[in-house]
């Protein structure tokens, strides 16, 4: 079967990829910034802890659940079409969260920011791969991956700063930043960008999407909150799991399911999944819940805290190119396992030593050895996803695997703030009405300051043992040379 001919010229294929730079760098500025930025929040608006989980995890709910739903969508109606409209969508939703005055108001602003980034994520790399010919759609995507490395990287840098020099109202501009990047992608789009040929035949799972989200939000309500009644936590529990197990049974049964459930018979292809789900929990916990222990148990500024955490980003960067050429030498298996066990031993480390409250010698280093171990995880994981399963399965598959590590994030805020919150009680006493991750005009006492080092520990060892097993999945699913 022939590879269809890009629906652009030469000539316009540079402003196909600036556009979709533009569109990811925004959902990697507010991923990669929001959780430095969450203590200037909570400050700012007086958001609870479930308040500040929920301005996390309402976005990652709707992007996770929606996802493979908005990537479908691009080949039902155009790529460039579903694209733009996710953009405009995204970046109106972004303004909506720069001005909320209440954090229900903020909430609601990135769910919807989440719906548009379910329809412009996936977009954004299928507008590239329609652009360019096979022969040169590598190289294309290899420059969008170093642009969004750059943003990933260069987000908390800046937003560190901008929150230390200008205090903690300017977490609002983290959102507005991204009017002027979205409209620039908007102008290549539609000024320089025919529309391409949409496929008409294409179904969506909209039933499944509803199910999929359905189950997600109960399961996160249930999980999520400092004083939720535990009947009402089970009963929410409860309702997740029927949905959930609604959303299995529709989708066996669909013509054009969002989640191909044959593919989870392959072993390498399911164990993928599960050690991406455990693996990506640990990462969100640690990235989540780390800037807030600096930040509001020991008084570090956010920009101390950006520079701290500005290694793993590099590493990442550096080392990941090579740990795919071994890979393929090697199998993924004995590379993720040994990524995983690196990741374990920094969050063990961070564990251990937390106590010391030493930026420079304590989490620096465990940053450095964090990201040592994820340069060796990412890319042999997208290549054992890719050669579990046949050619014309393999968009599905990376977006099941995307969608993995979503929802992975959107459940390890939850459960880890809740474990967080009953260690800082326990070691607090309820001293002051306090709770965890809550910032004291003057500083931490230093009662809140051990207790909130006993509650990001209590997440740091469970988060050490979760990146352990994911080593053995890897090590005993995936392929090994």
Known sequence: ??????????????????????????????????SIATPAIRANLGASLADAQWVSNAYLLLL???????????????????????????VVASMGSAIAPTPLLLIVARAIQGLGAAFMVPSSLAIIAKAYPKAERG???GIWSSASSFFTIAGPVIGGLVLTTLGDWSWR???????PLGIAALVLLFWKVPADVPDADRRLDVGGAGLGTMALLLLALALTGESTHTVWRIALGVGGLIFAAAFLWWEHRSKAPMV???LFTDKAFSGAQGLT???????????????????????????????VLLPLGIILTVISPFAGRYADRFGPGPMIAAGSTLVALAFLGLGLFIGLRSLWFVVLPAMIVFGLGMSLVVSPLSTAVMTSVADRDTGTASGINNAVARVAGLFAVATMGGLGALVFASSIGGAGGLSFGMSVPGGPTPAAAAATDHAFAAIAYVTAALSLLSGVIAWTTLERK
């Open 173 to 179: 501009l983290v959102f507005a930043v991204n009017l």
């Open 260 to 262: 191909p459930l044959g």
């Open 139 to 141: 190289g294309a995507i």
């Open 1 to 34: 079967m022939s590879t269809p001919a890009p629906f652009v010229t030469p000539e316009q294929r540079i402003y196909v990829l600036v556009a979709a730079i533009l569109a990811s760098s925004m959902g990697f500025i507010d991923g990669s910034v929001i």
């Open 64 to 90: 996770s659940s929606v996802l493979l739903l908005g990537g479908a969508a691009g080949d039902r109606f155009g790529v460039r079409n579903v694209f733009a409209g996710g953009i405009v969508l995204f």
């Open 277 to 307: 789900f455990v693996l990506y929990f640990s990462l969100a916990a640690i990235t989540f819940y780390l800037p807030t222990t600096l930040i509001t148990g020991w008084g570090i500024t956010p920009a101390e805290v950006s520079l």
